[in-house]
């Protein structure tokens, strides 16, 4: 179950038919190729003489401090003041444009919980993608994800008439995990220290945790997954017919 409550982002939120009925906020946790891939598969060295994991550490360190700036000035818990400082919101971003929410909400987080259960599972993961790309592949696969995350949150709970106050960093993790499995089906099923079962357990479990508990966001989740897959897949190919074009 430590898998399932680390990779998450969490939201508030309630149904927007019953607003003149019962104001109650819903407690949701949406959450909550470069020289070093050949070198990876090619060789196959070791998880213990990877290189230092600098971008992952980064932006580990940005969300812990956004953590402790918004702790100074206020309370992570409190759904309001988290709205005030770029949590997302559908109706924030369709009908005021504020489209900025769908990157700041996943460096923000409900709690030191929340943060230190997601930065846990970033750090395990980032730590194998980001030795295995290049630094911007890797940043493009985190970033790109936790935006299509939060597209795919929006407009879930647009049609499903749910107002969400939102933030974490889950769908951008749901991205590393969705590049990783794609790097593991074209590796016939292993990595170095993750296997294609592995992967596949902590899908199930992260899934059928959300799916148990009503304050989950599956589609921030899977949103996530899915676009780290495409992400990762065009980094793949683009190597491809770049290595093709070259050795012409």
């Keep these: ?5 680390v990779a998450m982002s969490k939201c508030y939120c309630y149904n927007r038919c019953q607003i003149s009925e019962k104001r109650q906020w819903r407690y949701i946790i949406l ?19 990877m290189p230092f994991p600098i971008i992952t550490a980064i932006i580990i360190a940005i969300n812990v401090i956004v953590y402790l700036l918004l702790e ?21 971003v369709l009908y005021h444009h504020e489209y900025y929410r769908i990157i700041t909400s996943f460096f923000m987080h409900f709690g030191h919980e929340h943060l230190l259960s997601n930065m846990f599972v970033f750090g395990l993961l980032g730590y194998y993608l980001e ?10 696969v985190y970033f790109l994800s936790g935006i299509a995350s939060g597209i795919a949150s929006i407009m879930w709970n647009y049609y499903q008439g749910e107002y969400c106050v939102s933030v974490g960093a889950s769908g951008a993790i749901f991205g590393i995990i969705g590049a990783l499995f794609f790097l593991i089906v074209v590796n016939k099923g292993r990595l170095e ?56």
Excluded at 131 to 140: C, E, G, P, V
Excluded at 219 to 245: D, P, Q, T
């Design 1 to 5: 179950m430590l898998s399932c409550q």
């Design 31 to 49: 959450d909550d190729f470069e020289n070093d891939y050949e070198k990876y598969y090619e060789n196959k060295y070791a998880v213990k003489n």
């Design 72 to 92: 100074i000035k206020g309370s992570t818990y409190d759904v309001d003041f988290m709205l005030k400082y770029g949590a997302l919101s559908y109706d924030r």
């Design 131 to 140: 030795n295995i790309l290049h630094r911007w592949n890797y940043l493009a």
């Design 193 to 248: 220290g993750i296997t294609f079962g592995r992967i596949i357990l902590f899908l199930i479990l992260a899934l059928y945790s959300g799916y148990e508990n009503y304050d989950v966001d599956n589609a921030a989740h899977i949103g996530g997954f899915i676009s780290g897959i495409i992400f990762m897949a065009v980094i793949y190919i683009g190597k491809i017919i770049s290595k093709k074009m070259f050795s012409h």
